[in-house]
């Protein structure tokens, strides 16, 4: 079965800095667009970074400059570098991976569990 692990979040102080690692396992997604999305409470779920196989990226406005994304495909691990965190970064970190068809007119996601992140204020 495909499970997807999150590791690395925590309590961190404001300005502080995270490193985020997914690792998959069940599937070889060294084809497939990778990334992490957040959830506070009662907001909706939001893209933070997304890295494609072909290296392209899609980083939300609110954490470019402070968040890089990354991937090991020999590891079958996507990272998720925070710098500079801030409160408001204070959410649940989930994991994602994509499958989808070369038109990308159909995907599937695959979700690990989330890791949480606290920053202080």
């Known amino acids: 079965q495909v499970h997807l692990v999150e590791s690395g979040g925590g309590l961190v102080q404001a300005g502080g800095s995270l490193r985020l690692s997914c690792a998959a396992s069940?599937?070889?997604?060294?084809?497939?667009?990778m990334g992490w999305y957040r959830q506070a409470p009662g907001k909706q779920r939001e893209l933070v970074a997304v890295?494609?196989?072909?290296?392209?990226?899609n980083i939300a406005d609110s954490v470019k400059g402070r968040f890089t994304i990354s991937r090991d495909n020999a590891e079958n691990t996507v990272y998720l570098q925070m710098d500079s965190l801030k409160p408001e970064d204070t959410a649940v970190y989930y994991c994602n991976a994509r499958i989808s068809n070369s038109a990308n007119t159909w995907y599937y996601d695959y979700w690990g569990q989330g890791t949480q992140v606290t920053v202080s204020s």
């Open positions: 890295l494609s196989s072909g290296g392209s990226t």
């Open positions: 069940g599937r070889d997604f060294s084809s497939n667009a």
